[in-house]
């Protein structure tokens, strides 16, 4: 009876018995429930999967390949890839794409690369920088930098992301790794990257592919015997895909990767708006392109409407890329990739992360890719944006070990694309051409075709000569 008239009595203060009581709780039971609702929070708000790794053996997942069931390029060469079909596992103590991005961007494990410098003109003007990789050791190259024109050694021409140049962590790891295997690499950073100036009235974006399609048959033209491949990276991959759409068979190159494409920008918009983590993103990437407008102010204050302040990725393109479209929106449609993938006709290796936190796995275009034959996809579980560190030091990226042995099997099959039409546009590289110049090239393609029309005419006359000369001659008989 004491003891219920004792409780009766302080219930009258509730709150002061529920402190009493709270006191009364040992302090690490209270640092055990933190972590444990830290935990929580960082597993789901931020992709952490070191336990899901760690229950499973740490053995990683199979990497998800999806292609048609006729691809003759999957059956006769993908399935051959060893690394395509084992299993990628992120290094254990980068286990989140967000410490995956971070590492990559701030540490990279960086390999020793230097380059050698090709400045290419445009044919509007532009300049861009053909940065050629030659690794710390010159055996490695087999005592050639820049391929000579007889050599059939091939070509691989990379293009960076967003504001990426051919310095990238990722990018040294790429160009390091493939010419180790005795290939030429060579970085097409985009106009006004690299330290190169823009000299024309053109600035590049996310759907340009006057550039890239430039640079290839230039290439091509220039080392004819040496088979071309193209990598394409983020924003890079999507300029890639694009471009191969656009052209369909008449591209010279054998075979392609893009590597974390966004694919659908307007689906992208929308998706790093989502979240703050998202948006802390879209504030990094911006902090790069008013960079890059600022670096190159006195073109921006002319050809577009920039008030020198930048607040996200969509006023960028608001400001700097909307000319003769009617909204942000029309601008996305137009310049993603997703709407092209089904008009590639070389082999391509599509390369995406479903935890990527910046190119949305929504925007992947499952289905064209299945319906095309000449397209595989393949999506891993974890990697991050372009990071996809394994290893426990970090000491290689497995999308390019991916993409190297891919391009190492095309190139020993006959699976190799070909361009159909033999004429080749003439291009003329920097080298050789005066930055000064301001005159246009001219496009050859048009006068060929007069100049074949010409012959086939003079050879009709010729026949129909030759047949009333034999008709005069069988009469006289």
């Known amino acids: 009876m004491d003891c219920f008239r004792s409780f009766h009595d302080s219930s009258a203060n509730p709150y002061e018995l529920l402190f009493t009581a709270a006191t009364l709780i040992p302090v690490w039971h209270y640092l055990l429930g933190f972590l444990i609702i830290s935990y929580v929070f960082l597993y789901n708000y931020l992709d952490f999967h070191f336990w899901q790794d760690f229950f499973t053996g740490f053995r990683g997942s199979y990497v998800d ?94 293009l960076p992301g967003l504001t990426s140049d051919s310095d990238s962590a990722y990018v040294r790891h790429l160009a390091f790794n493939t010419a180790k295997m005795g290939w030429n690499v060579v970085i097409s950073n985009h106009r006004g990257l690299g330290g190169v100036p823009l000299t024309s009235d053109f600035i590049y974006n996310c759907g340009w592919t006057d550039d890239i399609r430039e640079v290839s048959n230039h290439l091509h033209h220039k080392h004819p015997k040496a088979p071309l491949f193209l990598i394409g990276t983020s924003i890079g991959a999507n300029i890639l895909v694009k471009y191969l759409g656009e052209d369909g068979n008449n591209v010279p190159v054998a075979g392609a990767a893009a590597i974390c494409n966004p694919w659908d920008f307007l689906i992208g918009d929308r998706f790093i708006q989502r979240t703050l983590l998202q948006k802390l993103y879209d504030k990094a990437l911006t902090k790069g392109l008013q960079w890059y407008a600022q670096f190159h102010q006195h073109a921006y204050s002319r050809l577009a409407n ?67 034959v000449n397209v595989v996809l393949a999506t891993t579980k974890h990697g991050g944006h372009l990071a996809f560190f394994e290893g426990f030091t970090c000491s290689g990226i497995w999308w390019v070990s991916a993409v190297d042995e891919f391009f190492k099997v095309l190139n020993c099959s006959k699976y190799m694309h070909v361009k159909k039409n033999k004429k080749i546009k003439s291009t003329t590289s920097g080298a050789e051409l005066s930055l000064d110049s301001s005159i246009p090239r001219v496009a050859e393609d048009g006068i060929g075709v007069v100049f074949q029309l010409v012959k086939v005419a003079a050879f009709v006359k010729g026949v129909a000569f030759a047949k009333v000369v034999a008709q005069n001659l069988g009469m006289g008989a």
Not at 122 to 148: C, E
Not at 318 to 342: G, L, M, P, Q
């Open 65 to 158: 390949l999806t292609y048609n069931s006729n691809s003759h390029i999957y059956h006769g060469m993908v399935s051959k890839c060893r690394v395509l079909h084992a299993r990628y596992l992120a290094t254990p103590w980068l286990a989140s794409p967000h410490l995956q991005n971070l590492f990559l961007n701030f540490f990279g494990n960086t390999p020793d690369v230097t380059y050698q410098r090709e400045f290419f003109r445009l044919s509007d003007g532009g300049t861009i920088a053909l940065d050629w990789a030659a690794a710390a050791r010159s055996h490695i190259f087999g005592g050639g930098l820049v391929p000579k024109d007889d050599s059939t050694t091939p070509i691989v021409v990379v």
């Open 306 to 372: 920039w008030d020198g302040k930048m607040h996200c990725i969509r006023h960028y393109h608001a400001t700097c890329d909307v000319e003769k479209v009617e909204t942000v929106d029309t601008f996305y449609r137009r310049t993603s990739s997703s709407i092209y993938v089904c008009n590639v006709a070389v082999p391509l290796l599509c390369i995406s992360a479903l935890d990527d936190p910046i190119c949305t796995r929504e925007s992947i275009p499952w289905d064209e890719c299945r319906n095309n």
